[in-house]
């Protein structure tokens, strides 16, 4: 059943990026109307084959390792996740050294988007030169933001679910061995 939920998430963010891309390219810009239609298009596609894949849904039973798996993949997510970014008086700070380099050029996306920036993106790196970077997710999160979510908490709310739709895969692929393979290889 588990795996039918994480299904039906993973295919309403593609779906509301794709969208958001196709409209996004077509009206020069991602604009509030055209977050709600892609947000609510992945939602509903999404929606619809995920309850259909739901009559046919099977049950893991919890077992002792399955427990342990969960609980020391639910350690890893909230330490990842939770302090991933917090705003400290006036800064943003990390949470983690290694997401130093990173978060930003991801939160200057995800501004951009959300201020209605020129779609197709500008690298900001190298002037005058179409962006080549996949910017899915961070398109995903401009979408949010333009509906209103917060920044801060859109990149943790999105990155718990998408941890908890990895940490289902895992263990519909190979139970508490794969998610404990995953956590401490």
């Not at 996949?134 to 859109?154: E, S, T």
């Amino acid at each position: 059943m588990s795996i039918r939920i994480a299904t039906g998430i993973l295919l309403a963010c593609c779906l509301a990026s794709t969208f958001a891309t196709a409209l996004g390219l077509a009206a020069g810009q991602i604009t509030p109307a055209v977050a709600i239609l892609s947000l609510g298009f992945g939602a509903m596609v999404a929606g619809l084959l995920t309850w259909k894949m739901w009559l046919d849904a099977e049950v893991i039973r919890p077992t002792f390792w399955n427990v342990a798996a969960w609980s020391a993949f639910g350690v890893f997510l909230f330490h990842g996740f939770l302090w991933l970014i917090y705003v400290d008086g006036d800064a943003w700070m990390a949470g983690a050294r290694y997401n130093l380099g990173d978060l930003p050029l991801h939160i200057t996306f995800i501004q951009a988007i959300a201020n209605g920036a020129p779609f197709w993106l500008e690298n900001p790196i190298f002037a005058d030169t179409p962006l080549r970077y996949p910017i899915g997710m961070d398109l995903f999160n401009g979408l949010l933001a333009l509906v209103g979510v917060d920044v801060q908490r859109g990149l943790i709310w999105v990155g718990l679910t998408g941890g908890v739709c990895l940490g289902i895969t895992l263990q519909r692929w190979g139970g508490a061995f794969a998610m404990g393979g995953f956590l401490f290889a």
